[in-house]
Structures are given as C-alpha cells and as structure tokens.
C-alpha cells in the first residue's frame, strides 16, 4: 500500500492561503483547497501561480464553503467542489464531506489521507469597535475563530482515524499537524484603532492552538500558530484606514513585515521539520 499525505488549506484563493497552498503542491503534497464561494474556487488555476502537479499521483480539489454561516455549514452538504487532473478542464463535483477526495482518490494500492491541516481563512475589521454591526462581528468571529476551531476538530478526528488504521506508516512519515495563521495584533501589545475585534479573534485563536497542542499531545498531533506581521498585499493592509495603517506599520517596525511567500515557506518548514526528525 502506497500512501500519500494531503493538505487542507482554508482561505486558498488568495493571499496568504494562496501562497500557502502553491508551496505546499510545489513540494509534491496533494492539496484539497477552501473557498467561501464556488465563484471564487473556479479562480484557483493548476499552474506555476497557483496549485501545482509535480507528480504523477499528485491530486488536487477545491470546495466552497462559506465560514461566515458557522454553524451551519457544518450539515451543509453536499459541498460544491471543483476537480482538477492535469491536461484536462477542471470538472465541478459534489462532496459529502470534505474528506470524501481522498476516498475517491485512494485505490488500486494507494491510499491518501489529510496529514496537514492550515486554517488560513480570515476576515478583517473595516470599522472601530462601536461602527462594528453586530452582523459584522459575528461573521468575523465565525470565520477567524469559531470555524478554524471546527476544522481542527473535524480534522483531528479524521486524523486519529487514520493513525489507528495504519500505525506502522505514521512512525516513518512526518505526524499529522495543525497549523494556525493568526496575526502580530494577537499580541497585547499591538493596540490599533480600528483593528479591535479582528485582534480578539486571533488572540483566541492563538490561545486555543496552545492548549490544544497540550490536549493533542498523547496523540502524536502537532499544533502551531504563525502570527504574521504585516503582509504585503494581503486584505489585511488593502482594508485599514490610512490611519490604522500608519498606526500599526509605527508600532511594529518594518521588520515585522512579511509576505505570503514568507508564510508559506514558515508553514512547509514546520510541516517537514517532523520529517527530518523522525
């Protein structure tokens, strides 16, 4: 039996999850890729600027799933999704789970299994804390916390499956892991006008990931966060105000800035470093 990891990656049409996902396909992982809608997954090209195919049991998809309607979305099945094979149009599916590509692409010898989760999906804050409609708030909960938090779950879950199925192979490969893309504002220290909610949520998220990397650890689960500065061309930056803008780019420094492509390459060491130490 051969087996193949797969990395889930929400948030993937753009930014940092963008980035994220090409390095991951660019390293050889098959990727199953989130969007919120199906307009934005039929974005995502195979090609050198976004998911690629560097091998020939390589397998990538996309699924739509809409964070802001947690929890919701949860029994929302099936879920829209887009196929991609190498030298053929991408095809439009529907899943049952989120899981369900890897049982359509194991077989015949080969099985594949979710080994990397990256919960990358965020919403920004445009607004101070008392222009914030409640409607606002929650759907930056729902999206940067709540839903990340069902993820890891649904995730673990299928994670400590597998584990159970096939312990032999699990002892050679790098341990499944959980990596959450948080941000410089989760730190106390980072007080921007303007940025107030969105803060909170990734401070809970921060906090949740290290507890969680304590709970997961007699199971052979690694969780980490990466908490980004500011980067480069990301919604982030593009919905500040020129004010919060200046405000935190002054707070942080310019060596706080990144890029995607930085975070990218911080998430596939993280991942690989199991690798390497095994």
Not at 26 to 37: D, N
Not at 87 to 103: A, G, H, I, R, V
Not at 218 to 232: D, E, F, M, Q, V
């Amino acid at each position: 039996m051969h087996h193949f990891p797969v990395a889930m990656v929400t948030g993937a049409t753009r930014g940092i999850g963008k980035a994220i996902s090409q390095k991951l396909s660019q390293e050889g992982l098959s990727c199953i890729v989130l969007g919120s809608t199906i307009e934005s997954i039929k974005h995502i090209k195979i090609g050198k600027d976004h998911l690629q195919l560097q091998s020939p049991h390589q397998r990538h998809c996309a699924i739509a799933i809409d964070f802001k309607e947690w929890p919701q979305w949860v029994a929302s099945e099936p879920y829209n999704g887009i196929e991609y094979v190498k030298d053929k149009p991408p095809l439009e599916q529907k899943y049952s789970t989120m899981f369900e590509p890897c049982d359509n692409w194991s077989g015949y010898g080969y099985h594949y299994y979710v080994n990397l989760l990256i919960n990358c999906a965020g919403l920004t804050q445009e607004s101070l804390s008392i222009r914030t409609t409640s409607s606002q708030i929650q759907d930056i909960m729902n999206v940067n916390f709540m839903s990340s938090v069902t993820m890891t779950n649904l995730c673990v879950k299928n994670m400590m499956r597998s584990q159970r199925k096939w312990p032999e192979f699990f002892t050679k490969s790098a341990p499944p892991t959980i990596i959450n893309i948080s941000s410089i504002l989760q730190s106390g220290k980072m007080n921007i006008p303007g940025t107030s909610v969105y803060s909170a949520s990734k401070a809970a998220l921060s906090r949740y990931t290290e507890v969680l990397a304590k709970e997961m650890e007699p199971r052979n689960i690694r969780c980490h966060t990466i908490s980004p500065g500011l980067a480069k061309g990301t919604d982030m930056i593009r919905n500040l105000t020129v004010a919060s803008k200046e405000a935190l780019t002054s707070a942080i420094g310019p060596k706080s800035m990144t890029t995607p492509v930085e975070v990218a390459h911080q998430v596939w060491s993280l991942y690989n470093f199991g690798t390497f130490n095994k």
